[in-house]
């Protein structure tokens, strides 16, 4: 678990770094959150059933969609 934890924060981190660089997705607010519960639900979902790589690239694009919406009030 403590690996896979730090991949998914260390590809975060690089994937947000890029995100600050070239702005937020172009997408509609509302779309962006359907993303980011869909992707978040998948998560969930693969965690609990064991599957570590879907949850890790899950993860990863649940941390970017969220830094894209915050990204877009600042």
């Known amino acids: 678990m403590k690996k896979q934890?730090?991949?998914?924060l260390g590809v975060s981190v690089l994937l947000i770094s890029l995100l600050f660089y070239i702005g937020p997705f172009e997408?509609?607010?509302m779309m962006?959150?359907?993303y980011f519960f869909?992707?978040?639900v998948m998560s969930y979902a693969s965690y609990k059933n064991?599957?570590?790589?879907s949850f890790i690239v899950l993860s990863i694009c649940s941390l970017v969609s969220l830094s894209s919406i915050l990204l877009m009030f600042v």
Do not use: E
């Open 50 to 53: 064991g599957h570590g790589k």
């Open 27 to 29: 997408q509609s607010l």
């Open 32 to 34: 962006q959150m359907i």
């Open 38 to 40: 869909s992707t978040t």
């Open 5 to 8: 934890v730090a991949i998914i």
